[in-house]
């Protein structure tokens, strides 16, 4: 048994979400978000090489040391599954865990509203789940799976980097690809998979122009194209797509963005107000003629002030900031916790200073 499973096995069981292993420093873990070290001494050089290189197979050795980093997923039969990426730092090697729980979370449990679950079921289009690094998106990704695999009869193709959750299918077919495992990158998989009938098409990350291009190409085929995107708001994921594309075909892509985009699912963790879990603060932006307009025009600026004015008119579009306040409202987080993400936490102060006190 390799050494370091006794620390993975301590994260599983504190129902942390994170181990940082790296040379020069003690073991720590996040639980909660929160940062806590570990009642172990400062881990060696030689001792952290030891300690991760063990753990890993001769083919992902070989690819460490070509790349000087490697991304991979280590289980632990009875205990869960973690998303390990190991990597040189200042102090020698270095590796950061991420926990993986055996049972992938249904939307229900997940708190979502019907909004994300009509994005689910939707034939065609693109639809983006973004948020920063920690914000849960991958597992946002695996409940719209998980309910499109339930709900409907459709052959689902996710690329993934690595493999996270793994969905047996119930309904429909399920194929889950791994980048560098089953296929060299994200846009040769894409490119293999428009050959395999697909009815949905998960893109882990579109992190490059030859990889968003594919992307929109699929969607303009006909298939449900569901990707992420790191940032921190939907009209920033929308920024981030344009801004990747050549200067002269821009307008071109903003024009086929506005009739493809179905929906926006932009998160943040915030810690319950109990201390206990963490609560998804969701901005969530949906296709209208509206939005669709703002898009083409080149004023994607002026959708984060569209979005708060269309919060309240039952068309399941909600800003950041009437979610957090929603979530203040019903007791979830502190209005302490919700100011850390708010767009106008001036503006969330006041209101949350007329809700009635407890």
């Not at 290189?53 to 460490?64: H, I, K, N, S």
């Not at 019903?330 to 850390?340: F, P, S």
Request: charged share 25%; with cysteine; proline share 4%.
């Amino acid at each position: 048994m390799p050494r370091i499973d006794s620390f993975l096995r301590l994260v599983a069981q504190q129902g942390a979400s994170d181990l940082h292993f790296h040379a020069g420093n003690v073991p720590i873990i996040r639980h909660e978000g929160e940062l806590m070290s570990l009642p172990f001494r400062h881990l060696s050089e030689v001792e952290t090489s030891r300690f991760l290189l063990e753990l890993m197979t001769e083919e992902q050795r070989a690819d460490f040391e070509e790349k000087q980093e490697c991304d991979f997923v280590y289980s632990i039969e009875g205990v869960a599954r973690f998303r390990a990426n190991v990597f040189v730092q200042s102090h020698g090697l270095g590796a950061v865990f991420r926990v993986i729980p055996n049972q992938c979370p249904t939307m229900e449990q997940l708190g979502m509203p019907l909004a994300v679950k009509r994005l689910s079921m939707l034939n065609n289009g693109l639809v983006l789940v973004t948020g920063p690094t920690g914000s849960g998106k991958s597992t946002t990704l695996a409940a719209i799976v998980d309910e499109i695999n339930k709900s409907s009869e459709r052959h689902v193709i996710s690329i993934e980097d690595p493999i996270e959750f793994l969905h047996q299918p119930i309904k429909g077919v399920i194929t889950q690809r791994q980048v560098g495992e089953h296929a060299e990158s994200f846009a040769g998989a894409l490119r293999s998979a428009l050959r395999e009938s697909p009815d949905v098409l998960v893109v882990g990350e579109m992190r490059d122009l030859e990889t968003i291009n594919l992307a929109i190409a699929a969607a303009e085929t006909g298939v449900l194209v569901i990707g992420t995107l790191h940032s921190n708001s939907a009209a920033k994921a929308i920024d981030r797509i344009i801004d990747v594309i050549p200067e002269e075909s821009r307008d071109q892509v903003r024009s086929t963005l506005s009739v493809l985009l179905r929906g926006v699912i932009s998160q943040h963790l915030a810690k319950h107000a109990s201390g206990e879990g963490r609560v998804a603060a969701l901005e969530i932006l949906l296709q209208s003629y509206a939005v669709s307009n703002l898009i083409r025009e080149n004023k994607v600026f002026q959708i984060d002030g569209y979005l708060e004015t269309a919060s309240n008119d039952g068309s399941g579009m909600q800003s950041l900031d009437a979610c957090l306040f929603r979530l203040v409202k019903q007791g979830d987080i502190t209005v302490d916790e919700a100011l850390k993400f708010a767009n106008q936490p001036e503006s969330l102060k006041s209101l949350a200073a007329q809700l009635p006190e407890d």
